[in-house]
């Protein structure tokens, strides 16, 4: 049977800071998606038709700032470039660099550039002022990435790769020839969906399949097929040298039928919705999986989405009138589902003041809300500081500010049909300071970003900084407030907790090397410091 679930939980401090950390794990030093295919080949098969993808170009994210006033962003360039590195310290030439974007949906992705390394290991790309996934890949190694936008440069380090080799069959055991297979990375319910790490279609005559990139973190295997539902492997970390065996099994899944309608219950064609699984991993709350099937609704609001896998699920809506509506369900057996009734509704709004730590306004701050059903929303403060989103889905989510390195991240609770009114402020500057040097390969990393959070006061606010390292790899970063940090070198899975005191330079080395082989301990996450 099937049972909706709808509850809500607001933002806390610890919330916050274990979002953070899997921010930090799972966006910043986190590999995204690396292995480019045709976009018909994406699921075997199993993604929406062409026809669907006009409908559905109703709804357009606003990931990408395509009317922000230049004016408003005097230090913004049309480029994001950087070096790709090897684990041994030397550039990559011919590494694939790719950026994606939000664009159909807030947890599905769209590709926007792509790129290769230069012979140096140099990349640029032209994008439009938005956020940005950004993936590197080269063969032989395995995949990393961050997140990006367009006037930064980052260094990307790609280390060395595990194997995974096995078979993909059907409920009679029989091997499934033709499917697809993508690495994911595990993200809390929460976050915003990020691109497959790896991503091939395969057709081999007994189902076998040879996966060799890898990330050095813990990931999960997604397999899909025309006519069956996507199969999902337990989590696991692959170190270089280690080949895993797995085998992944598909099935039918079931049909889940439903109708959009507004408020009052009348019906709403041409919304786009889509079915995400959502998988629990210990005490973590649900790492949602991607999209798992899509559809878009007929003229009277109906829809059917095929093949959807048993267990917790949710759905969600998607047109340009309202906000995303989602409701979670819980598919315990395909006999006699009863259909989904998915309301849309206009959500709430947020409106506030971007400040600097005395008050005063900023203005061209680039505000960002965060949250899975929307992935990332931008926009820019006025000359008097404000900013406005409208159409929020109702709920906890992520309000982020940035101004050059310094980045403060808050909670906020949208309410149905109301505005709340929500400043955020940088805070004092401090007198600690950090300071260290990054090395890959025994060589100086330069321009490599460096991610420094910190809690903030006691309303749950984080603090973030972006120090860059110079060219023989040291980094410093001064005017801190006191307290305990989370140091992440982005792209990697290097990182380290220390405390900062007043008036003291706390100092901090980082080496990035391949990680050990996990080969008889159990895998698990980074966990936040």
Request: aromatic share 6%; glycine share 10%.
């Given at each position: 049977m ?22 930090l ?17 994406q699921?075997?098969g ?19 700032l395509?009317?922000?006033?230049p ?17 041994d310290g030397?550039t ?53 990435s ?60 007994d ?20 006519g069956?539902?996507?199969?999902f492997?337990?989590?696991?970390a ?40 959502l998988?629990?991993?210990?005490e ?15 003229d009277d ?32 057996s ?57 159409q ?16 403060m ?37 330069p ?20 120090p ?23 792209s ?38």
């Amino acid at each position: 049977m099937m049972q909706p679930s709808t509850s809500q939980r607001p933002p806390s401090r610890r919330r916050l800071w274990i979002a953070v950390g899997l921010l930090l794990t799972a966006l910043a030093s986190v590999a995204l998606f690396l292995a480019l295919r045709p976009a018909e080949e994406q699921t075997g098969g199993a993604r929406a038709p062409a026809a669907a993808a006009e409908k559905r170009a109703r709804y357009r994210n606003r990931a990408v700032l395509r009317d922000s006033a230049p004016a408003a962003q005097p230090e913004a360039r049309p480029t994001i470039s950087g070096l790709v590195y090897g684990s041994d310290g030397n550039t990559l030439a011919g590494a694939t660099v790719v950026a994606s974007t939000f664009e159909v949906a807030g947890n599905v992705l769209s590709t926007a550039g792509s790129v290769k390394s230069d012979e140096r290991g140099r990349f640029e790309l032209a994008l439009p002022d938005g956020t940005y996934q950004l993936n590197a890949s080269a063969e032989g190694y395995g995949t990393t990435s961050t997140t990006a936008h367009p006037g930064e440069a980052v260094s990307l380090v790609l280390s060395r790769s595990g194997v995974i080799e096995g078979r993909v069959l059907d409920e009679r055991g029989e091997p499934v020839r033709r499917f697809a297979l993508d690495v994911l990375s595990a993200v809390t319910a929460e976050t915003p969906a990020t691109p497959p790490l790896f991503s091939r279609t395969f057709d081999s005559p007994d189902g076998s399949f040879r996966i060799d990139q890898l990330p050095s973190w813990q990931f999960t295997v997604r397999a899909t097929a025309a006519g069956f539902a996507p199969a999902f492997s337990p989590m696991i970390a692959v170190a270089a040298g280690d080949v895993e065996k797995m085998d992944l099994t598909l099935s039918q899944g079931c049909i889940l039928t439903g109708h959009a309608v507004d408020p009052s219950g009348a019906p709403l064609p041409g919304v786009y919705v889509d079915a995400e699984s959502l998988i629990a991993v210990g005490e973590m709350s649900p790492v949602a999986m991607e999209a798992a099937a899509q559809a878009q609704t007929e003229d009277d609001g109906s829809f059917s989405l095929p093949h959807v896998p048993k267990g917790t699920v949710a759905v969600r809506g998607y047109d340009g009138s309202n906000a995303v509506s989602s409701m979670e369900i819980e598919v315990s057996s395909c006999d006699d589902l009863p259909p989904v009734k998915l309301v849309m509704s206009p959500g709430g709004s947020l409106s506030g003041v971007a400040r600097d730590a005395d008050g005063k306004p900023i203005a061209g701050a680039r505000i960002t809300l965060a949250h899975r059903p929307i992935g990332f929303v931008n926009t820019v403060s006025d000359a008097q500081g404000r900013f406005e989103f409208e159409q929020v889905p109702p709920g906890a989510l992520r309000v982020i500010m940035q101004r050059g390195e310094q980045v403060m991240m808050a909670g906020v609770e949208i309410a149905e049909g109301k505005t709340t009114q929500q400043d955020i402020a940088f805070p004092p500057q401090g007198t600690g300071e950090i300071r260290g040097r990054v090395t890959v390969g025994g060589k100086p990393l330069p321009g490599a970003r460096l991610v420094l959070a910190t809690a903030v006061g006691d309303e749950g606010a984080i603090g973030m900084y972006y120090p860059v390292t110079a060219e023989d790899g040291s980094y410093r970063a001064s005017g801190l407030p006191p307290g305990p940090y989370i140091l992440n070198v982005e792209s990697t899975s290097t990182g380290a907790g220390l405390r900062v005191r007043p008036g003291e330079v706390a100092t901090m080395d980082l080496q990035v090397v391949d990680p050990p082989s996990m080969k008889g301990k159990e895998a698990a996450l980074p966990p936040p410091q």
